[in-house]
């Protein structure tokens, strides 16, 4: 056996240093505040760029969708299908208690930097898309798993509220670089495969600093619980003789608890909305209040930004006074308030784009509270039951989160029946309806019943009469007996035409002024370009109509005009266009006044989800007053210096100075 070992430690020594770093990180000490900084920093910083990565989707789904010709339905279950992947991936990255967490990040951030910059925006259908977006979802499950348990690794409990806070900036800051990149991008690079690009190329660079810069802990002393950088010494101490072994025995058993499992899946619900603003956030916004992709990005930055301000402040203070319930009560109560404002503003088209600023401010703001606080506490909680299977426990959560956002995705399209048709059909018909106003108005304002008429038989004349009448309010016996006019005084009416309205006025007051007849005898002989002669013939002829038919033509003539000349533009509507615009507009428009409606519902359901946090704050560990938190904090400290004492007088001497081979005094 000796043999065995030294053969294989002589063929490790044989490794070049520089490969060996490639794979092996782990530190069998417990670094430094400067280095521990820089592997917490290299962490979140990778963790904002995989969820950018995963998130980027969501800011040009209008644009991916008409591309590859989703349905909006077939869409969401590109989600779904992920989500469903990634849940069992994140099952997966359980392992991370046994094979380690930074090398799942690593080569993990490659592979999706890479699917981001090549695979993704190159994919030549649905299902190569599908495909690839399936393979982007599976390895986010496995990170997403690894980097939580990476910072709980390099974070004492009574500093944890504030590293989670900067890791649950990894979701929120992936969201704001999603916004703010897209919304000062898509309209200089409107095609969507620049996002993709960009994405990739901060992908490997961000890869490339944890590459040469990631570390971990070696598992005995990440196996053990640590409350405060003064229990280095004695984690350092107990490394020696853990067996990481046995405590990884029965892990999945000890974390199906209800203490981790109701919290965690409160705190999935919880998030229900903030899932959905990842998504569909613009797709919301651009269908249901008419923005541009750019303006309801735009919108977004505001809510990513408060998270994340908020995020910080609530795991700074949090760790202060040694408590995350009230935290985590309060921000409930705070995007209970915004969610149902914002919920209510659904079916008020009028909302303003600062009103929505405040409310989204509101509901960002409470989640921030309540999301580092939960990580702090829920990563206590799970430390409680086993320190040695924190990376199971995460991924329990990560399998529950991904559940509960897959299946809320499969129920959207029910609950948002209407997004489908407006997303679907909407983009052409709205084309359409802009490229031709005056025709759709006409095509909206006539019996279907009577274009179908028109349709089969263009020269029908009754048709045409209910059509022009319908259209300009005249009954149709008066649109035919203007039609009848017109063509019986057609010379008539042009001469007409010709004269000026003040000479009609003055001639209407007194057929045989002077002055009047020749002006309008000029008026004609000029405008229509005939000798005097005739032009005083054609006037002649004018004053032989009948006043009650001339009248008659005056009053109703120019409505019957305008109708006839409205429903001959239809004509110039493509044919293609108009036989889409009548099959999906009526669609289009019922769905159009369904969706506030539809939406509303779904931000109800968003509003009760989020009560559940309530009593899964009872559950988790953790105190509720500050000070019974602070009296812990002491009493651990005395058991500390207590069993470092034991230690030192247990250990027995190592040289003839009698001195003691313990690391006490780096305490």
């Known amino acids: 056996?000796?043999?065995?070992?030294?053969?294989?430690?002589?063929?490790?020594?044989?490794?070049?240093?520089?490969?060996?770093?490639?794979?092996?990180?782990?530190?069998?000490?417990?670094?430094?505040?400067?280095?521990?900084?820089?592997?917490?920093?290299?962490?979140?910083?990778?963790?904002?760029?995989?969820?950018?990565?995963?998130?980027?989707?969501?800011?040009?789904?209008?644009?991916?969708?008409?591309?590859?010709?989703?349905?909006?339905?077939?869409?969401?279950?590109?989600?779904?299908?992920?989500?469903?992947?990634?849940?069992?991936?994140?099952?997966?990255?359980?392992?991370?208690?046994?094979?380690g967490r930074a090398n799942m990040v690593v080569f993990g951030t490659l592979i999706t930097a890479l699917l981001i910059l090549f695979a993704l925006p190159n994919a030549s259908s649905k299902a190569d898309y599908t495909m690839f977006f399936s393979l982007l979802a599976v390895v986010e499950g496995v990170c997403l798993v690894a980097t939580p348990a990476l910072i709980r690794d390099f974070s004492p409990q009574v500093k944890r509220a504030t590293a989670m806070a900067f890791w649950t900036m990894g979701p929120v800051l992936g969201s704001l670089v999603v916004t703010v990149v897209s919304s000062h991008t898509l309209a200089s690079h409107p095609n969507w495969q620049f996002q993709y690009h960009v994405c990739g190329i901060v992908g490997l660079i961000v890869w490339l600093v944890g590459f040469v810069l990631l570390r971990e802990l070696s598992p005995q002393l990440r196996d053990q619980l640590m409350v405060s950088l003064r229990d280095r010494a004695l984690i350092e101490a107990r490394a020696r003789g853990l067996d990481v072994e046995k405590l990884l025995k029965g892990h999945w058993r000890q974390m199906l608890r209800r203490d981790i499992v109701f919290p965690a899946l409160a705190f999935s619900t919880f998030l229900?909305?903030?899932?959905?603003?990842?998504?569909?956030?613009?797709?919301?916004?651009?269908?249901?209040?008419?923005?541009?992709?750019?303006?309801?990005?735009?919108?977004?930055?505001?809510?990513?930004?408060?998270?994340?301000?908020?995020?910080?402040?609530?795991?700074?203070?949090?760790?202060?006074?040694?408590?995350?319930?009230?935290?985590?009560?309060?921000?409930?109560?705070?995007?209970?308030?915004?969610?149902?404002?914002?919920?209510?503003?659904?079916?008020?088209?009028?909302?303003?784009?600062?009103?929505?600023?405040?409310?989204?401010?509101?509901?960002?703001?409470?989640?921030?509270?309540?999301?580092?606080?939960?990580?702090?506490?829920?990563?206590?909680?799970?430390?409680?039951?086993?320190?040695?299977?924190?990376?199971?426990?995460?991924?329990?959560?990560?399998?529950?989160?991904?559940?509960?956002?897959?299946?809320?995705?499969?129920?959207?399209?029910?609950?948002?029946?209407?997004?489908?048709?407006?997303?679907?059909?909407?983009?052409?018909?709205?084309?359409?309806?802009?490229?031709?106003?005056?025709?759709?108005?006409?095509?909206?304002?006539?019996?279907?019943?009577?274009?179908?008429?028109?349709?089969?038989?263009?020269?029908?004349?009754?048709?045409?009469a209910r059509a022009v009448s319908e259209l300009s309010g005249v009954s149709v016996a008066d649109v035919q007996r203007a039609a009848a006019l017109a063509t019986r005084y057609a010379t008539e009416l042009t001469t007409l035409s010709a004269i000026h309205p003040a000479t009609q006025a003055a001639l209407a007051a007194s057929a045989t002024n002077q002055a009047a007849l020749a002006a309008a005898t000029a008026q004609i002989a000029t405008n229509l370009r005939i000798p005097p002669a005739q032009a005083q013939a054609r006037l002649a002829a004018l004053a032989r109509v009948p006043l009650a038919d001339l009248t008659f033509l005056h009053t109703s003539g120019p409505k019957v005009q305008s109708a006839a000349a409205g429903l001959r533009s239809v004509s110039t509507v493509p044919p293609a266009d108009l036989a889409y615009l009548q099959a999906n507009g009526p669609k289009v428009a019922k769905a159009a006044q369904e969706t506030p409606g539809q939406w509303q519902t779904w931000w109800w359901v968003c509003f009760g989800a989020q009560f559940l946090m309530f009593p899964a704050a009872f559950l988790l560990a953790g105190r509720w007053s500050p000070r019974k938190a602070q009296q812990d904090e002491l009493e651990h400290e005395q058991l500390v210096e207590h069993e470092l004492e034991r230690l030192r007088t247990a250990e027995r001497p190592t040289g003839g100075d009698g001195q003691l081979v313990i690391l006490a005094d780096k305490a």
């Open 1 to 99: 056996m000796s043999t065995l070992t030294a053969e294989g430690a002589n063929a490790r020594s044989r490794v070049p240093h520089w490969v060996r770093r490639a794979y092996d990180r782990k530190l069998e000490h417990y670094p430094d505040t400067s280095r521990r900084t820089v592997y917490l920093a290299v962490t979140v910083l990778l963790t904002i760029t995989l969820y950018y990565q995963f998130y980027v989707q969501g800011a040009v789904a209008t644009k991916l969708i008409p591309h590859f010709g989703f349905t909006f339905t077939e869409f969401v279950f590109v989600q779904v299908i992920g989500n469903a992947l990634g849940a069992f991936a994140s099952l997966g990255a359980g392992l991370a208690d046994r094979v």
């Open 272 to 464: 229900l909305l903030y899932y959905i603003f990842v998504g569909f956030l613009v797709i919301y916004f651009v269908t249901v209040f008419h923005y541009t992709e750019a303006r309801a990005n735009n919108l977004g930055t505001w809510y990513w930004v408060t998270a994340a301000c908020m995020l910080l402040i609530a795991g700074l203070l949090s760790d202060r006074l040694l408590v995350r319930k009230p935290f985590m009560v309060l921000g409930t109560a705070i995007s209970l308030v915004g969610t149902a404002l914002f919920a209510v503003a659904a079916t008020q088209p009028g909302t303003s784009y600062h009103t929505f600023v405040f409310y989204f401010i509101l509901m960002a703001g409470g989640m921030g509270l309540v999301f580092s606080t939960w990580m702090a506490a829920y990563t206590e909680t799970v430390e409680k039951h086993n320190p040695a299977a924190t990376a199971t426990g995460l991924a329990l959560w990560g399998w529950i989160i991904r559940v509960t956002v897959c299946v809320s995705f499969a129920i959207l399209p029910q609950v948002v029946s209407s997004a489908s048709p407006l997303v679907d059909q909407g983009p052409r018909v709205q084309r359409i309806v802009s490229t031709y106003p005056a025709q759709v108005r006409v095509l909206k304002t006539v019996d279907p019943a009577t274009l179908a008429a028109l349709q089969h038989n263009p020269s029908n004349s009754l048709a045409q």
